[in-house]
């Protein structure tokens, strides 16, 4: 499931989810550490962060990890401040050379990817802008970059 985030001029977040169907492909190797809701994972902590100007809007992606569910890792996506404008956003987390888990309906946090140590966990989104016709003008991709887990 891919979860499309929209961000309306008055701040509140409206959400959209979408059916996704993914190419198969060789599953990293802690698979089952994968597509769980990190709300249920306890604590966790964030240790790496990336702001983003989105059109005049700063937002914020964090790539987080918790040991709750076994050793996970997620995105986190959060509007922190600037312009008055409505967005639309895709936000996505994967280990290199893994599918990727998009957002959880309902949330600013992706599902779950693998975060056993030694493994990179990477996230990042798209963002459109939407004129007041309700028109999305794609922005561009944000690259929030990846940490490895210790």
Request: proline share 6%; hydrophobic share 35%; net charge positive.
């Given at each position: ?9 008055s ?14 492909g060789a ?26 100007n989105?059109?005049?809007?700063t937002?914020?992606?964090e ?16 509007r ?54 309700g028109?999305?003008h ?13």
């Open positions: 499931m891919r979860t499309r985030t929209a961000i309306t001029r701040g509140t977040l409206a959400v959209a989810s979408l059916a996704l169907v993914l190419a198969g599953a990293p190797a802690h698979a089952g550490t994968a597509g769980v809701d990190p709300a249920g994972c306890g604590t966790g902590g964030t240790p790496k962060y990336t702001d983003f989105v059109g005049g809007v937002m914020r992606e790539l987080r990890y918790a040991s709750g569910c076994g050793r996970v890792g997620w995105g986190r996506l959060t922190i401040g600037g312009a008055s404008t409505s967005l639309a956003l895709t936000q996505s987390a994967w280990n290199p050379g893994g599918p990727s888990q998009y957002g959880v309906p309902g949330t600013n946090w992706t599902y779950t990817v693998d975060a056993n140590p030694g493994v990179q966990v990477c996230a990042g989104f798209h963002a459109s802008s939407i004129d007041w016709l028109n999305q794609y922005i561009g991709w944000f690259y929030a970059g990846c940490y490895t887990a210790p």
